[in-house]
């Protein structure tokens, strides 16, 4: 038995704050996740040995790291279940971007491989699957948009307005470790409700608290996100840049996916012609006064996680 073609989608944080610390070190946090049509891609090939594996090496990730295998061996230990599989994965979503590309990928395992298995977990059960994986892994498995609060595992259903999204990744990877054991980091933001969040429009409420930190440790990330902003597809329609997660993706939020369109066909025609113009022999090809971009793309908000009806309940 197969699955091919399974989509794993990135997500942003409307906002994130960080209001307190536990004991054990883990972060308290309020934020609003929303899934976006920029998707990983899987494919599942069943296995009757019970061995689990992936069908190719990962750049940078181990397979004591890789988050899809930790996935299938943590369902497939929870259901007893002696079938296998070989995981192959496609990656668009990138890497130390702060997009929960890693994380969607473990969500989009624990779903599919419910489905392939025929283990027959609920939403609930997978979810608790889920959180020792990563404290965003849950709310791919939860399906929707959602107000998170706790470690991220505390989920309320939002109902957004339509929206779309220009997201860019500088030239810089971020490690959320690292992160949030900054000193720096603000701890004590003030608890906002559902509510608060709802009355005013996404793309300008409230703030990450992240930003400060990874903006002083990356100043690649900073630069990108200023040079952004004074972009006239932005700034003139006052549209904030704001960095998800804990970077270095930065997105900008629009109300329908022809603006963002526009918006990236415009900054990208920008960035061209810095090159051309700073460009005064054959050798300057990588001449350009705008910081490097990985990643410049425009995509609609989702309503809801694809794979939502792959379960039951």
Excluded at 7 to 13: D, E, G, I, L, S
Excluded at 44 to 51: M, P
Excluded at 142 to 166: H, I, M, N
Excluded at 233 to 252: D, E, F, T, W
């Amino acid at each position: 038995m197969t699955l091919y073609d399974v989509p794993a989608p990135a997500k942003v944080n409307l906002f994130l704050h960080v209001v307190g610390r536990r004991p054990d070190g883990y972060h308290l946090l309020q934020t609003a996740f929303r899934f976006i049509d920029l998707c990983d891609t899987l494919h599942f090939e069943a296995r009757a040995d019970g061995v689990i594996s992936r069908a190719a090496d990962l750049p940078g990730v181990s397979e004591a790291d890789d988050l899809t295998l930790r996935a299938a061996r943590v369902l497939q230990q929870a259901t007893g279940t002696r079938q296998g599989v070989q995981i192959a994965l496609e990656k668009r979503i990138p890497q130390g971007g702060g997009l929960g590309g890693g994380s969607s990928d473990a969500a989009t395992v624990l779903i599919a491989l419910n489905r392939l298995w025929g283990t027959g977990l609920t939403r609930r059960q997978l979810m608790d699957l889920a959180l020792p994986l990563g404290a965003d892994v849950p709310v791919f498995v939860f399906g929707q948009s959602a107000f998170a609060e706790g470690v991220g595992e505390k989920l309320t259903p939002l109902d957004l307005p339509a929206r779309a999204y220009l997201v860019a990744q500088p030239d810089a990877s971020v490690p959320t470790v690292g992160i949030f054991s900054a000193p720096d980091l603000t701890r004590d933001s003030s608890y906002i409700t559902i509510a608060d969040f709802l009355a005013s429009p996404t793309f300008c409420f409230g703030r990450n608290d992240l930003e400060p930190v990874v903006f002083r440790l990356y100043p690649e990330v900073f630069r990108a996100s200023r040079w952004l902003s004074e972009q006239d597809a932005l700034k003139s329609q006052g549209i904030p840049v704001r960095m998800s997660g804990s970077g270095a993706c930065l997105y900008a939020e629009f109300s329908e996916l022809p603006e963002a369109v526009l918006a990236k066909t415009e900054i990208t025609a920008t960035m061209r012609g810095a090159v051309k113009t700073n460009c005064k022999n054959a050798d300057c090809t990588n001449s350009t006064t705008h910081p490097r971009f990985r990643l410049v793309q425009a995509c609609p908000g989702l309503t809801e996680h694809p794979l939502r009806n792959w379960i039951a309940r």
